[in-house]
């Protein structure tokens, strides 16, 4: 039977992607955790299908509960769960996947709407060479040097080489970009930001 992880790493603040991404929406059973809040990380093997969600903390600022997340995409890949991971987190799956080092900070963020064009085909993203437009907003980002053997980059715009990939071998997806976000919910975070 079918059952989705929500992972919400939402720390309090004007991030809220679990407002965009109610349980309600999902066509199959949905449970939620917040490891930052101080849930304990949930039996794997209860699950499908898992969705982790951005944050506003920065991955190359380590904390403790980012550990159990990291852990617990790991754990995801070795059981072969469903996988899309959303920025923040789409970091942290680079990190699971293929090392540490292949998260970084960006010399300058990357703020709203940017297009991104696919490099291979690919089931979640379409043809290569398609064009979509993505709403972004990180001071971090995953290394385009990523090991092929470990991942494959496909989505890139001209201010991120690596918008998007796929764990080798796994059907497990990074997105930096925020696909949950309309044109009104992103204008609000980049308002929130810019207050920051």
Not at 50 to 56: F, P, Q, S, V, Y
Not at 67 to 89: H, M, P, Q
Not at 153 to 163: F, G, K
Request: some cysteine; aromatic content about 8%; overall charge negative.
């Amino acid at each position: 039977m079918k059952r989705l992880l929500l992972i919400d790493n939402s720390i309090g603040d004007y991030y809220h992607a679990v407002q965009r991404l109610p349980a309600s929406d999902f066509p199959i059973p949905c449970d939620q955790v917040n490891l930052y809040a101080g849930d304990a990380p949930p039996d794997l093997g209860r699950y499908t299908h898992l969705i982790a969600t951005g944050c506003t903390k920065s991955i190359c600022r380590p904390e403790p509960w980012m550990d159990r997340l990291k852990a617990l995409l790991r754990e995801a890949l070795e059981r072969d769960v469903n996988l899309l991971a959303i920025c923040f987190s789409h970091q942290m799956l680079a990190q699971a996947a293929a090392g540490d080092v292949y998260a970084r900070s960006r010399s300058a963020p990357e703020l709203g709407w940017v297009a991104q064009t696919v490099l291979r085909d690919d089931p979640l993203l379409g043809p290569q060479g398609t064009v979509h437009w993505g709403f972004v907003s990180h001071f971090d980002e995953v290394s385009p040097n990523l090991p092929e053997d470990r991942a494959q980059i496909l989505l890139r715009s001209d201010t991120c080489a690596v918008e998007a990939f796929r764990v080798a071998g796994k059907h497990a997806w990074g997105l930096q970009g925020h696909f949950e976000e309309s044109v009104e919910s992103g204008r609000e975070m980049l308002r929130q930001e810019v207050e920051e």
